[in-house]
Each structure stands twice: as structure tokens, then as C-alpha cells.
Nanobody, 126 residues
Framework: QVQVVESGGGLVQAGGSLTLSCAAS????????MGWFRQAPGKERTFVAA???????TYYADSVRGRFTISRDNANTINLQMNSLKREDTAVYYC????????????????????WGKGTLVTVSS
């Protein structure tokens, strides 16, 4: 049974930093792109960042580029280092596995995601 579990959410002041982690299990993920989405209160879920199977190729949403860094420890584990956090970064962050591709060609779409985590809440206070 595949499981995707996020950790690291919490409360942080604006301008601060936080690191999220995601661990997937249940089958090999060494051919899958993995990434992060987020859903702010009252808004739709949106793409944040993605990383390829080699751990080198990455793609970011414009709203986080230059502040967030996605990394991949191994085939099953990714992280999201979030710096210079803003109040508008407040959201539930979801880890996602795109099992349909191994190469990043742009932002991930929700329809491409085969596995989702349950989410971890990040709250940025002023």
C-alpha cells in the first residue's frame, strides 16, 4: 500500500524559515517526479514546486521562486526549504507523486498526480 506522509509544518513569523519533508513508501519511486502543492484558506490547491528523478531538475511556481528550494534525498524522500516566508504562504502543503513522468517539463497539474499526502499546515504570522 502506497503511503505519502508530510512533516515539518507549523507556525512561523513572517520572514522566517521552515522545512517540510515528505516520505513515500509502498513501492519504488525512482522513476517518478515528486513535488509540492498548497491550498490556502478559501482557495484552490495550486502547484508549488517539483523535482525530477535525478534530484537535479526542478521547477517552481513564480510566487515561490527564489525563496523556496526543493530537494530530493533519495528516490522516496523530498524536502521543501522555505525562506523569507510571507503571510500569503499560509496554506496546507501537500506532497504529490506524478507517476506519469520522470522528466519535468513544467508545473505539475493535479490531474497528473497519482499519489497525495494528507497535507501539513504552515501558518505564517505577521
Amino acid at each position: 500500500q502506497v503511503q505519502v506522509v508530510e512533516s515539518g509544518g507549523g507556525l512561523v513569523q513572517a520572514g522566517g524559515s521552515l522545512t517540510l519533508s515528505c516520505a513515500a513508501s509502498g513501492r519504488p519511486f525512482d522513476n517518478d517526479v515528486m513535488g509540492w502543492f498548497r491550498q490556502a484558506p478559501g482557495k484552490e490547491r495550486t502547484f508549488v514546486a517539483a523535482i525530477g528523478v535525478n534530484g537535479v531538475s526542478t521547477y517552481y511556481a513564480d510566487s515561490v521562486r527564489g525563496r523556496f528550494t526543493i530537494s530530493r534525498d533519495n528516490a522516496n524522500t523530498i524536502n521543501l526549504q522555505m525562506n523569507s516566508l510571507k503571510r500569503e504562504d499560509t496554506a496546507v502543503y501537500y506532497c504529490a507523486v506524478d507517476a506519469h513522468r520522470s522528466v519535468i517539463i513544467g508545473p505539475l497539474g493535479e490531474g497528473d498526480i497519482e499519489y497525495w499526502g494528507k497535507g501539513t499546515l504552515v501558518t505564517v504570522s505577521s
